[in-house]
């Protein structure tokens, strides 16, 4: 079979795709940084990015999910690792094993997003939204645990509990780490409260 010359679109159109959505998502934390979430117009965010309105509504609902939108791609990667961890692990140590490596992949936390991410967590109207991007992950989470509790768990509620354990774990450590900058690095804080929190789990 001779090769085509279409093959290669449908990646670059993803990737178009890609660099669209990311646009989008850095417009809306700059304007959201500088003016205040309550002040941030889907319009704004549309003309910061230089695309039109309509093509915000191809990638986001709202202005809520633009913003979360970096958080949904950092829990997701996550996801995949959490899925990529050996059967023979418990849970919870798969969940924490996964962490840990999702971090060291993540690096240092750059100043400017801890900046932004701040003013995200401090304000009331994005409360809700931050609350449904972890369930999300929370779901995913959530059925990788009950594929390794198997018939132990026939109802799912200890995969579900694990599940929500461990989210709460990170996102509270993150928050407290964000507001009070422990002279600790943020995974160091983030280990100690999981290996606490799971002795009931191990």
């Not at 304000?123 to 972890?134: C, D, G, K, R």
Request: glycine share 6%; net charge negative.
């Amino acid at each position: 079979m001779s090769p085509t010359t279409s093959e290669p679109e449908p990646g670059l159109r993803e990737r178009k795709k890609a660099a669209t959505r990311q646009a989008l998502h850095e417009a809306a934390l700059r304007l959201a940084f500088e003016h205040g979430p309550e002040n941030v117009t889907v319009e704004a965010i549309a003309d910061e990015a230089g695309v039109s309105r309509r093509t915000f509504s191809n990638y986001f609902a709202n202005k809520e999910e633009a913003l979360f939108y970096g958080d949904l791609q950092r829990m997701r990667l996550l996801a995949g690792m959490i899925r990529e961890q050996p059967r023979a692990l418990a849970p919870w140590e798969a969940l924490t094993a996964a962490a840990e490596g999702f971090y060291e992949q993540l690096g240092d936390l750059d100043p400017e997003w801890i900046a932004r991410s701040r003013m995200v967590r401090r304000h009331p109207s994005l409360a809700a939204a931050q609350v449904q991007t972890f369930a999300a992950l929370e779901r995913e989470v959530s059925a990788e645990v009950a594929a390794r509790l198997g018939p132990s768990d026939p109802w799912g509620v200890r995969a579900q509990l694990i599940a929500a354990t461990f989210l709460a774990v990170l996102r509270v450590s993150l928050n407290v780490w964000l507001e009070r900058r422990p002279e600790v690095n943020f995974w160091d804080l983030a280990r100690d409260s999981l290996a606490d929190a799971g002795c009931g789990f191990v």
